[in-house]
């Protein structure tokens, strides 16, 4: 930085404080930061170290002698006779024993044991000072530049946290009190969820939901936001003397009514610092509210008032700030990932970065809509936020001239794996790979539903033989299941005899099946077991099913046409087809039913309701016997509703029949009108 020449000084400190203004105004005024915090710690942090080679150059409006931005013009203002200080920052072990060293220098502290320090959190919100008269809240401000801030004295009054009125006796004449408003987490996330239901702007984060709830003009929207408020200094005191140390202060301040951070603690030297800073940076996840590091004290009055201040900040306490959790990168490229499943998953590339002590170079970006929500294109700079064990999130795209001019990812329409055809019906989130056990991505998943209970029930083929026979090459489709003999078995490691004889045996025994379990046994997308049940019954052979185009797959009970669409992609997939004829060569088979479709389907259009107990069938075979006549059961009564059955001690569902007029059966007619259509 000093190999820097004064005109090229200059000129990076004008664009510095140019950016740094432009920042803190969109920070501290607007409450839309720009910029993460780490990023802006940078810039500020590069102008202080060309400042001080080049002192000549540091000018009365430089960022670097003021705090904050100006303050709005909404509220009135209020000057502040004690100036709201910033704090400086140290950002590892070193830099802090550089400042207790200039301190201890400073003072000339030679007393063996270090300075008494105080640790406290450092809350993540917004600096508030507040006046009290004789213990009454008279006026409550924001910082604003430091110098003056603005009147949020009615929001304040809404907070449950500042005591309105102060507890004890014989309080001083005038009390100046600062802390930190903020929005503990819990609150933060019920309030967003809150915004969404009502369609309301979602806050980035803690900070900017408490300072957007502090800006309201309507102190009745305040009152309705979880703000608290927690005490961390005095600033003025009339009437009374000042207490001789700041853990005496806080003590104080909670007699009188104030919140304290749990988490304050009080010790001598570098070596106690950075074990407080340890403790609380791995406590920093489970606190409920947000910290960006820990503030550091000198806990003795004398000693604070030896050391003094400097332009913008104390030189008796200092921000010992954590890995940031919020960090700017560029995103180099959006690829594909299938799952499991098929669902194809944009993940973004980022280029690595350390965020909160981790490397980070990949990061989820769910599904495409996420993509065009963040309006993310390879080249843009983005926001990565990482907390806890927490994966890591790109939050936001930093706005830049170049981004009109980047490259739109869209959806590929061949898998990335496999390259057969990507799917997306309309309306749904997610897409997917069509190929289903034709994809590698896929293959373990699909094979292992396809021997599931519920689908060809193959007793003892479970996961982990199914990873060891597709890794060993054994198994690459459903249909290999049915050529495995005992031999290749034994090959699989630690596969007994007897193991691999009834492995057979169930995979024999399989063989046998009904269309439904078939086709639910093939995972299509959608097609969950029911669905699959209804198939079965519509279409009664699997020749008809396969055919179907799609007005004959809609006219299926329940079939809407994501499942229809769904059903038609899988079975164009060439792949797909020739798995099922193998698996049908292999001797898969099943009793060909009679098929809905071919037959009347007198309750076509007609909706049932089942209710109460039925004496000689049970509900779910009433139920069956109905939809293959054509009838929609539902669970519910409605207007539409054409019959309800009630059965013994019927409840609510027949009280609401009567009262829309719903036509009521019993038992008997129920079962009169099925022998009919026998
Ligand atoms: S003391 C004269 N204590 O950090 C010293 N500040 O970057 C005044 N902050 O404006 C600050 N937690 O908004 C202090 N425990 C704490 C704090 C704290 C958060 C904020 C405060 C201040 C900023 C300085």
Not at 26 to 36: C, I, K, N, Q, W
Not at 110 to 117: D, M, R, S, T, W
Request: hydrophobic share 45%; with cysteine; proline share 5%.
């Amino acid at each position: 930085m000093s190999g820097l020449s004064l005109d090229d000084a200059v000129q990076r400190l004008m664009q510095l404080r140019k950016q740094l203004h432009a920042h803190a105004k969109a920070y501290y005024v607007d409450d839309a930061p720009t910029l993460p915090d780490a990023d802006y710690d940078a810039l500020y942090r590069e102008l202080l170290t060309l400042e001080a080679t080049f002192p000549s150059l540091v000018t009365a409006d430089s960022p670097s002698q003021r705090v904050g931005a100006a303050a709005d013009t909404a509220f009135s203002s209020v000057k502040h006779d004690v100036p709201m200080l910033s704090l400086d920052n140290v950002f590892s072990e070193t830099e802090f024993q550089d400042f207790d060293r200039r301190l201890r220098e400073r003072l000339n502290w030679e007393v063996a044991v270090g300075l008494p320090y105080i640790c406290e959190p450092k809350f993540d919100g917004l600096a508030v000072t507040l006046h009290y008269r004789h213990g009454q809240l008279v006026k409550a401000a924001t910082r604003g530049d430091g110098s003056s801030g603005e009147d949020i004295t009615a929001n304040v009054l809404t907070i449950a946290t500042v005591p309105k009125r102060l507890a004890g006796e014989n309080l001083p004449e005038h009390l100046e009190i600062r802390g930190e408003v903020l929005m503990p987490r819990a609150g933060f996330l019920a309030l967003n969820e809150r915004q969404i239901a009502a369609g309301e702007k979602v806050f980035a984060n803690p900070r900017n939901a408490a300072a957007g709830a502090l800006r309201q003009l309507d102190a009745r929207i305040t009152a309705q936001r979880p703000l608290a408020f927690y005490a961390y200094a005095l600033a003025a005191i009339s009437g009374a003397a000042w207490p001789s140390t700041h853990s005496q202060t806080l003590r104080w301040f909670k007699s009188l009514g104030f919140v304290i951070a749990d988490e304050v603690c009080l010790g001598h030297g570098p070596m106690f610092v950075q074990q407080a800073w340890q403790t609380l940076l791995d406590s920093r996840d489970s606190l409920p509210f947000d910290i960006d590091g820990m503030v550091v004290k000198v806990d003795d009055r004398r000693l604070q008032q030896d050391l003094g201040f400097v332009a913008r900040a104390p030189r008796w306490a200092v921000a010992y700030k954590f890995p940031a959790q919020e960090v700017s990168t560029t995103l180099e490229a959006i690829d594909f990932q299938v799952g499991r499943t098929g669902a194809l998953t944009p993940v973004a590339r980022l280029r690595p970065v350390n965020v909160a002590g981790v490397v980070v170079s990949n990061a989820t970006l769910h599904n495409m809509d996420e993509v065009q929500r963040l309006d993310l294109r390879p080249g843009d700079t983005v926001v990565i936020y990482r907390a806890g064990d927490v994966i890591p999130k790109v939050m936001r795209r930093l706005d830049d001239e170049a981004h009109a001019h980047r490259l739109i990812v869209s959806l590929p329409s061949a898998c990335p794996v496999c390259g057969s055809a990507v799917m997306r019906p309309e309306g749904e989130v997610i897409a997917r790979c069509s190929a289903g056990q034709f994809c590698p991505a896929q293959r373990k998943e699909a094979i292992r539903h396809f021997a599931s209970r519920r689908a060809m029930d193959i007793d003892g083929l479970g996961e982990k033989w199914i990873d060891l026979m597709v890794d060993a090459g054994l198994v690459n489709s459903t249909a290999d299941i049915y050529r495995l003999t005992q031999e290749q078995l034994l090959s699989l490691p630690r596969m007994a005899e007897k193991s691999a004889n009834n492995l057979l045996a169930a995979i024999e025994t399989s063989r046998e099946t009904t269309l439904a379990r078939f086709i639910y046994a093939l995972g299509i997308a959608n097609v969950g077991e029911a669905t699959a049940e209804a198939f079965a019954r519509q279409f009664g052979r699997w020749q008809a099913f396969q055919e179907a185009d799609e007005v004959a797959l809609l006219a299926t009970p329940d079939v809407g046409p994501v499942v229809a669409q769904s059903v038609m992609s899988y079975l164009r997939e060439p792949h797909n087809v020739s798995v099922i004829n193998a698996l049908m060569a292999a001797g898969v088979r099943w009793p060909d039913q009679a098929a809905a479709q071919d037959l009347p389907q007198p309750l076509l259009g007609q909706t049932w309701v089942l209710t109460g107990t039925l004496s000689t069938l049970s509900r779910d075979e009433a139920g069956a016997r109905l939809k293959a006549l054509g009838a929609k059961v539902s669970g519910s009564v409605s207007a539409k509703t054409h019959v309800l059955v009630a059965g013994e001690s019927a409840g609510s569902k027949l009280t609401k029949a009567q009262e829309l007029g719903v036509t009521v059966w019993d038992e008997e007619q129920l079962l009169s009108m099925l022998r009919e259509h026998e």
